[in-house]
């Protein structure tokens, strides 16, 4: 089971690449390279202008980021850095980017080098993703931790796409980014905003990339589920269109994955939200509203007591019905 590692995420581990200075001699788009050629390291690696340790530093290159070997002049590589700032457009954060490396060219240690061609270099690149999310979930942990751990699963599938761990790992990767702008967003003033479409878009490009290339799977169906957060209200304000709107999403939702490892969630949040609507409707004295709303909260609590009795969100749904049932408000204050 992977970790909760956003909760220990520090605030300075931002949806940013690697800053550092860099230099020019931008090659191609890094995609339009022979995949044979394109790599990643394990570790910073310094970027030298000359293959010696006492020439000039050019820039660094860190876990994920990507480089494009040139040639290879033991115990040195000669290689285009960071090239992966190069790559589709349509890739691009909505903020956060400033900062990434500039392309350039020099000399790293031919020392945890992995690309397509490493014998287990997919099992490789996996660990060593694993490993720093885990560093992430702890307290005081790396500045790059979430991001190098996001990249490096990233290479997983894009180099070894046949790889049994590829669909786990182009999850976890686009996971990570998610989590990361979803937190950022948050902590905007637009992320209080009722309507959805006032504050940023999550980044959905790596998620519809899992829709596409693993239909059915429980991927695609966690994938789904998480986009539905840029649909969702920042506020409700106290209205009841809001959690209307969503509960319709959730239900919908649900429908469309009947199996997924998300379903049983989606289907409490309809059900906490119809809870809500009845709430507001009685105090806004619309009874038939009201009713219409309560009702569909027990078929939809029914509906969850059969198809997934062992689940905490059963659980709960169920007790939310009850209180709906005995007439206690789910929404504001529940005191007599």
Request: hydrophobic share 40%.
């Amino acid at each position: 089971m992977r970790i909760n590692w956003l909760r220990w995420l520090s605030a300075g581990a931002a949806v940013v690449l690697l800053s550092s200075g860099a230099l020019a001699q931008k090659p191609k788009n890094g995609a339009g390279y022979d995949l044979a050629a394109r790599a990643t390291v394990l570790h910073e690696a310094s970027v030298y202008v000359a293959a010696d340790a006492n020439s000039q530093r050019l820039s660094m290159v860190e876990p994920g980021h990507e480089v494009v070997i040139v040639e290879r002049s033991t115990p040195w590589v000669k290689v285009f850095a960071n090239t992966d700032v190069q790559e589709d457009p349509e890739d691009k954060p909505e903020f956060g980017d400033e900062s990434a490396p500039t392309p350039a060219s020099g000399w790293i240690r031919d020392k945890g080098v992995v690309g397509p061609t490493t014998p287990s270099g997919d099992t490789i690149l996996y660990g060593a993703a694993a490993d720093l999310e885990d560093a992430a979930s702890r307290p005081n942990a790396p500045k790059n931790a979430a991001m190098e751990a996001h990249l490096l699963y990233r290479r997983v599938s894009d180099y070894f796409p046949q790889s049994s761990l590829a669909p786990e790992a182009a999850w976890r990767s686009a996971d990570i980014r998610w989590q990361l702008e979803k937190r950022d967003i948050s902590s905007l003033p637009s992320a209080k905003e009722q309507d959805a479409s006032l504050r940023p878009t999550i980044f959905e490009g790596e998620m519809k990339k899992i829709l596409k290339n693993y239909p059915g799977s429980k991927y695609a169906a966690m994938a789904a589920y998480e986009m539905l957060d840029n649909k969702i209200c920042g506020d409700w304000q106290g209205l009841p269109k809001c959690p209307e709107k969503e509960a319709e999403l959730y239900e919908k939702y649900a429908r469309q994955f009947p199996d997924g490892p998300r379903t049983a969630q989606a289907l409490y949040n309809a059900i906490y939200r119809e809870a809500t609507v009845v709430t507001m409707y009685t105090v806004q004295d619309e009874k038939k509203k009201a009713d219409s709303a309560a009702s569909k909260t027990q078929e939809l609590a029914t509906e969850m007591k059969a198809k997934f009795p062992q689940t905490d969100f059963t659980a709960r749904a169920i007790s939310i019905a009850y209180k709906v049932n005995q007439g206690i408000p789910l929404y504001g204050n529940d005191r007599d």
